[in-house]
DNA sequence: TTGTAGGCGTTATCAC
DNA sequence: GTGATAACGCCTACAA
């Protein structure tokens, strides 16, 4: 079914159809409504490679993700969800492309074919190679994160170290002297993923201005982890009385250590953390935590996008979110023994 | 940048370009590295939209998940990740739409604009218009789960029925005379989902056949409705010393409500049931469970799409598969008070 | 108010 | 082994 089918049973010229249906020209209410039932009754809408070809767009965005292989947290799978509801309000699809390198081809079939207007990229590293293949592909991107150079990009980020500095100073406020980090896995950290080092670096700060002792263990993203990790810090770190954690998948992890070792929250340790909102209240006891708006994030990705790619010459805009950290019940004042 | 830009560039005409691209002709080894030589240098990839308005297809497959206002368990973020592994495998891309119903913008836009060529859906109920509007169209498809008439369809799942049932002998033969059901929402049961009706009438069926008591509870899906659905299951049925659950979204509860009421699984309660491996594995004690084989399904879904959009006419097929149910630790003899 | 015609970038048929 | 050319379905000047 095609236009020149539709013309031809409403006795016009495709063009007329063409005109009735993008309504950039008057069109007489009588063939209108003559086309409209034609179309109505044989269902057509208009070709989409046609029209992507024709117009020079595709009214699709690309969205990366991490590569399957890589199970995805509750985090990112809100941002997927944002990013394609925000795209769906927009009338506009979602390509979905796993891949974590350069080289991946879903990126460059993604990226290099036309078949996006534009790129949302998740997960990305303080140096991403991505980002450089995107820069030189001229393609319109926004990053949900970002690198070491920020300004010359399109981002929407969580203020990692703003956060986790204000957990530590709640937590120094309450009395707490050694606090530990809850940072993410080792090999995130060594790949340079920007929110870990920003944390690290955020948390090693607030420690020295309150002449703190800081603890700073990595922790897989896994629950079978953060057990662990809670284990290794009673068994290492006596002296550590609170958790700063920005590590939302070693959660339940954490919560099951806390209960087998039979550890009082927040009696015999606080917890602040970073995590979703949806994270923070499945806690027991519910999590003092600054709650990531994935939600909005989405959405604003998406927003920054579409301007980008209407005037892409414009300077790049950024958006850095510090969400109040919701006082829950996972924090109290250190036991004065 | 196009193939005409190539082909002068290389001296030859466009068809020569692409046929060096594609292969379908013979080009001389000389001409075909010049040809290289200048893509390479380029960056050349051929227009999509173009390439698919020419062949008629567009290399594309369409997702359908629920909206994304309904948070996705991780069965169905295993399902998204594996068809989207297994998409890129096949060097296809795949554009989603969240749509719960059949008048959705994004699902009409996705199957009558010729955006793909073929479509998975997720998340069928018994009687799902989106199956009808698939038909209607005649556009390929392959759903994961099953309508209530499975025999014009393309599908993949997993056989609750049997599964729920071989929990329900399983804990039977331990000797349990009373178990619970700890089903999916209201809301879906009352929507027609298909697992959810599937559990129901195997249960039923095995409690008679063993001439137990059964306790058939829905519960919604997510942890608080879980700890909410093991306090009321012990209040109100406190005969019932055993749980087949199909509610992978409330376990994380359903674990708490068990530490807070203080209940040994399984020397009090045993449980048995369906879940993906990376949750069964997870629950405390370990959840005996048939641990739903995401990845492969979602294979299977991409697999037989590609069947079914190369021959359309063939009958359509389907994969009911039953994995193994996994003894892990949650189930154990009946007490003998 | 409506129709005609050209071109978006490919691939494939036909001719050489 | 290679080149010209006609489609694919749509949109949009330009013409009437």
Redo the contacts between chains.
Sequence with gaps: MNIGEIARRAGVSRSTVSYALTGRRPVSAETRQRIQAVIDEL?Y??????R??KEGR?R?LG?V?P???A??TDMQ?GFV??V??AA?QA?L??????SGGDHD??F???I????VDGVILMEIRLEDERVTRLHR?GLPFVTIGHTAHPHGTCWVDVDYGTLVARCVHHLADLGHRGIALLNRSTELIAAGYGPAHRAQAAFAEAIHQRGLTGVDLPCADD??AGEEWFEQLRDRHPGVTAITTINEAAL?GLQ?GI?RLDVAVPREMSIAGVAAR?WAE?F?PQLTAADVPTLEMGAHAVALLLERIATPTAPPRHLLLTPPISLRDSTGPARTT
Tied chains: 1, 2.
């Design positions: 269902g809408r208009p070709n989409a490679a046609a992507a070809l595709t699709t969205l993700i590569p399957a292989s199970r995805l799978l969800a944002s394609v509801e769906a009338d699809d979602v390509l979905l492309s796993p081809r879903s460059e079939r993604l290099s074919g036309n078949r592909e629950p079978a339940p099951r209960e949806h499945g027991r």
